[in-house]
Nanobody, 119 residues
Framework: VQLVESGGGLVQPGGSLRLSCAAS??????????MSWYRQAPGKERELVAT????????NYADSVKGRFIIHRGNAKNTVYLQMKSLKPEDTAVYYC???????????WGQGTQVTVSS
């Protein structure tokens, strides 16, 4: 299994970024997995940011990002995205994606992508 995150960078407060996560090597088709984005800020535990269901695409978000982040998926490309807007300094973290089963991440973590929000 490979999870390759990309799209991070340095952005000013109020800015936007779109993260991508390309998945490969899953046992079953990508579309059959719920997917998620997590983040880990320096000195803090990894936290769940957003999830998207396998079928129907229902989504859930951490309270801290509701109304600012959107998770969506491109099943034909085995990719999950995180569109982020109105970024705040507290969004600074390494962002990771993973598949979910029973609301738990099930694969080894990728390298993540660094998002830094700073003026």
């Amino acid at each position: 299994v490979q999870l390759v995150e990309s799209g991070g960078g340095l952005v000013q407060p109020g800015g936007s970024l779109r993260l991508s996560c390309a998945a490969s090597g899953f046992t079953y088709t990508f579309s059959s997995y719920g997917m998620s984005w997590y983040r880990q800020a320096p000195g803090k535990e990894r936290e769940l940011v957003a999830t998207i269901a396998s079928a129907g695409g229902s989504t859930n978000y951490a309270d801290s990002v509701k109304g600012r982040f959107i998770i969506h998926r491109g099943n034909a490309k085995n990719t999950v995205y995180l569109q982020m807007k109105s970024l705040k300094p507290e969004d600074t973290a390494v962002y990771y994606c993973n598949a979910l089963r029973s609301n738990l991440a099930i694969f080894p973590w990728g390298q993540g992508t660094q998002v830094t929000v700073s003026s």
